[in-house]
C-alpha cells in the first residue's frame, strides 16, 4: 500500500504473523475504545479529528514499553520513497527513526503507525466472531450517533 503524506511517498507492506501477534495482544485491551474513533466507508478507513478523546483515553492506559514495542513494531514496516528514483527506504533502523521530518512530528509518525495497523490488521477485524464485530459496530454507532 503506497499513500503520500505531506509531499513524501511511503509504502507499507505487511508483517509478518508472530509480529503481528505481539502487537495485536498489546493493543487488544485498548481495541474497544479506539475502534470507535476509526472513520469507516472509504478505501482506507481513517481517523477523524472528533477522535482525538478516544485515542488519548485508550494510549493512556498502554505502558511506555508497550506503546514503544508497538509503535517500532508498525513503522518497521514503512518505507520512504527516496527522490530521483533511489528506491525505497525503511524509515525505522532497530529502535531510531532515520529522518528527521518522522521523527521530528509526531502528527507525521502516528499518520505511518496507523497507516500500518490498517494495513496489516485489516483481515484481522474481518475473522473476528460476528457477535464481537456486532459490539464493535454498536460503539462506533454510539461514538457518531
Known sequence: MEFDIQGNTYKVSKLDAMAQFHIVRRLLPVLGELMPAVKTGTETPELSMDAIPAI???ISKIS????????????????LQEPNGLGWSKVLSGNTLMYSHISDSLPIMLQLAFKSLMHNYSGFFDALPSDLKEKIQALKNQSNG
Open 64 to 79: 511506555d514499553d508497550d506503546s514503544n514495542y508497538v509503535l517500532y513494531g508498525l513503522l518497521a514496516g514503512v518505507s
Open 56 to 58: 488519548g483515553t485508550a
